[in-house]
């Protein structure tokens, strides 16, 4: 993982002995760098010593499982606003589409065929009835469930509805219900329960510990049957890919295992004309009725202003089936009303305005239209109590729509953090990636060589060189891994510290990494040498640098190869997953990888700074004789210089260049807002989306309320920022990082 790193010219070392103010420099140097590598061990290793713990059984992780999920989604439900004032009475019945299977297949038996009534209502907090989700879930003999209803009706809400009470009724030993949303599930890639192990480690990644058999903890889990797979959003994959999701669900689910799965009800019918999921009993949710609908807006607004209402409630009731009544038919449009019109000074009766003797919004989809644009503006013209408003709605419409962009163009529904930037083109991105790298480098070097008593001039070149040289590599290297190892920008899910060591499972990933950092670390400095060779060999005239290059490379090879193959594979022996509410935040998980990486770099710095002094005092002794004939001046001082810069300049410029957290640094926490396609502070601006209700979170990923805000906010033009907004955007302090409806 850590590539070309450029060294400097061996060529300095040749230098004449330096003046006697400059050896009194090198002295109090020498020093100084031992202590800051005795410092850095001291407290890299202090920071990950810890007590010792074992692997835990399965059992004992499923209740583990069981409890963070209730925390995460009960979070979830209080951040979404799920309880205020109301839930939003939602009513489902046995759908009357052609897409269930025979109730013989359902109830398990040829001589049972009678229909079961599977109608209900959630109510209250819908974890009591008897005629909730949860009972109505244990009617069906077969334990597999789909719900379907119209964009918008509160599919998610109820499935969240039934994790949330199962596990409020479950006992020891019961399945776990896991709420996962089927967009990054590509079936022809993976199977069911292959995908499945992979989502439950990225939430808890104790689960990627392989047992002795070989298999993953969360693989276990889920075939000793203990997950209970609630998968949501069929209908947010292409209609190909629903097809063989369902096809592969047919096949891969063996007799007996229970199922919940939500889908839009006419993407639901297209997909199934051909065969429907076996044993799956299929429920529909109803529009919301009338009167509910008005008693929860008018709580839902102070008594001074509930009038207003008064004319959209007219015209509900005399045209049930005009543009407004259909309009607010589901819980995601009823919700967007009540954030548009209740906590606003806007009038509702807008929805009913006229313009040249005709309606404004003559349809029902006009009426979503606007109220869907309507949402950005009303959520940020009000101030959170716990963290005043800091972005006018102008400036988060226009990077809530590159957000929203930028998970179309990927085609999906799972905003990452590590992932921002990369609609960009791969060239772009190599550049910026280049040119950043190149830029630390070369500040290190100045900053070494000003501490060595060098000329300005000589400091500046010195920088300048070294910078491009490490940057050109580095910049490859990126586009490289992005192309073949795209894994390699995954975030971490382990620290670094002293009891991370495991028996029995720490050799299959210490060998593949002693190998890879082997072969990486022989190849890495021929780049480097042998670019650096060329220039000197134009610039001097002197074609046998290129020869002094090659043997620096394939020195150096050596040297990187044993550092990174001894850093790279001891690091198995120090690893343990993080807890499940660090990999379900993501700033937790943005905050442990800074942290992993940033060690990582320095525990690299220090071993490879001390292999370049030791080199280079070899060097100095043995090579001269053999091609020069004349000895070689080489200090102390001048070895550990060359070896800070080299080691930990080429450790952090290898963290930016191929490591999550250094993507996400150069790309979103640079690049985007510098060019105003994000804001500085982006993890705030997503936490503050959270709050106010136009962001959701779904384990460590980031989500938008509901799909259609999301294409909605993707396909509406940007405004032009306004000479006002950029005025009051550039007085305005951005500190660094550190709802009652339903929507699907």
């Not at 309507?374 to 109590?385: E, K, N, Q, T």
């Not at 105003?676 to 779904?698: H, I, T």
Request: net charge positive; aromatic share 8%; hydrophobic share 45%.
């Amino acid at each position: 993982m850590w590539l070309p790193i450029y060294f400097g010219p061996l060529s300095e070392w040749m230098e004449e002995r330096p003046p006697p103010f400059i050896a009194w420099m090198e002295q109090r140097t020498t020093l100084a760098v031992l202590l800051l590598m005795a410092a850095t061990a001291l407290v890299v290793l202090g920071s990950m010593a810890g007590q010792p713990n074992g692997p835990r059984p399965v059992a004992e992780l499923a209740e583990t499982l069981a409890t963070a999920v209730a925390e995460q989604w009960r979070r979830e439900e209080t951040a979404l606003q799920l309880q205020a004032p109301w839930p939003l009475p939602l009513r489902w019945e046995n759908t009357a589409r052609p897409v269930m299977d025979h109730w013989e297949a359902i109830n398990g038996a040829p001589d049972r065929g009678e229909p079961v009534d599977l109608s209900g209502r959630l109510h209250g907090d819908g974890r009591t009835d008897d005629d909730g989700i949860a009972a109505v879930f244990h009617r069906v003999a077969s334990q597999r469930l789909v719900i379907l209803g119209a964009p918008g009706a509160g599919k998610t809400v109820l499935a969240l509805n039934l994790v949330l009470h199962l596990l409020d009724h479950r006992q020891e030993g019961d399945r776990v219900p896991v709420l996962l949303s089927l967009g990054s599930w590509h079936p022809a890639r993976e199977t069911l329960y292959s995908w499945m192990a992979r989502r439950l480690a990225e939430d808890d990644p104790a689960l990627r510990t392989r047992s002795g058999s070989g298999a993953t903890l969360g693989r276990e889990l889920i075939a000793s049957g203990r997950v209970l797979p609630v998968l949501d959003g069929l209908d947010e994959m292409p209609p190909q890919v629903r097809l063989e999701a369902l096809a592969a669900l047919g096949r891969q689910l063996g007799r007996g295992e229970p199922l919940v799965l939500t889908c839009r009800a006419d993407e639901y019918q297209r997909t199934v004309e051909g065969a429907v999921l076996k044993a799956a009993a299929v429920v529909e949710l109803c529009p919301l009725d009338p009167a509910e609908l008005r008693a929860y807006l008018r709580v839902s607004t102070i008594p001074a202003r509930t009038a207003g209402w008064d004319p959209l409630f007219a015209e509900m009731e005399s045209a049930p089936g005009g543009p407004v009544a259909q309009a607010l038919s589901t819980p995601l449009m009823a919700w967007l009303a009540r954030t548009a019109y209740a906590d606003t000074a806007a009038d509702p009766a807008e929805l009913l305005a006229e313009q040249g003797g005709v309606r404004r919004f003559a349809d029902r989809t006009a009426v979503e239209e606007h109220l869907l644009r309507r949402l950005v503006p009303a959520v940020y013209s009000r101030d959170l109590p716990e963290d005043p408003r800091r972005w006018s709605g102008e400036e988060a419409h226009r990077w809530l729509s590159f957000l929203a962009r930028h998970l179309d163009e990927l085609r999906t529904q799972d905003l990452a953090w590590w992932q921002l930037g990369t609609t960009m083109s791969l060239a772009s991105r190599m550049v910026l990636v280049g040119t950043a790298t190149a830029l630390v480098y070369g500040l290190l070097s100045c900053l070494v060589n000003g501490v060595g008593g060098y000329g300005l001039l000589a400091i500046l070149v010195s920088g300048l060189v070294n910078g491009a040289v490490t940057g050109l590599p580095l910049g490859l290297a990126h586009g490289a891994a992005t192309r073949f190892t795209g894994g390699i920008f995954q975030p971490s899910r382990v620290r670094l510290s002293l009891r991370g060591r495991r028996t029995g499972r720490v050799r299959p990933r210490a060998l593949p990494r002693f190998m890879a950092g082997f072969g990486a670390g022989m190849t890495a400095p021929a780049t480097s040498h042998l670019f650096s060779g060329a220039v000197d060999a134009v610039a001097r005239q002197e074609p046998f640098w290129i020869l002094e290059r090659v043997l620096n490379a394939g020195f150096w090879g050596l040297v990187v190869g044993i550092a990174a193959a001894l850093v790279l594979g001891s690091t198995a022996w120090f690893e343990e997953p993080i807890d499940t509410e660090e990999a379900t935040s993501p700033t937790g998980l943005l905050r442990t990888n800074r942290a992993t990486v940033l060690r990582q770099a320095l525990v690299l710095g220090a071993v490879f700074g001390l292999l370049i002094l030791l080199g280079s005092w070899i060097m100095a002794g043995l090579l001269p004789q053999y091609l020069w004939g004349s000895p070689m001046v080489w200090t102390p001082a001048l070895g550990l210089r060359n070896g800070a810069l080299a080691g930990f300049g080429g450790a952090l410029g290898a963290a930016l260049a191929l490591t999550a957290w250094g993507r996400w640094v150069i790309l979103a926490r640079g690049w985007l807002p510098l060019t105003g396609r994000l804001p500085w502070a982006v993890s705030a601006f997503l936490k503050d989306a959270r709050q106010r209700g136009v962001l959701r979170r779904n384990g460590a990923f980031y989500q938008f309320r509901h799909a259609r805000l999301q294409h909605h906010l993707a396909r509406v033009p940007l405004p032009p920022p306004s000479p006002a907004s950029r005025a009051v955007a550039a007085g305005r302090n951005h500190p660094g990082e550190g709802g009652a409806a339903h929507g699907r």
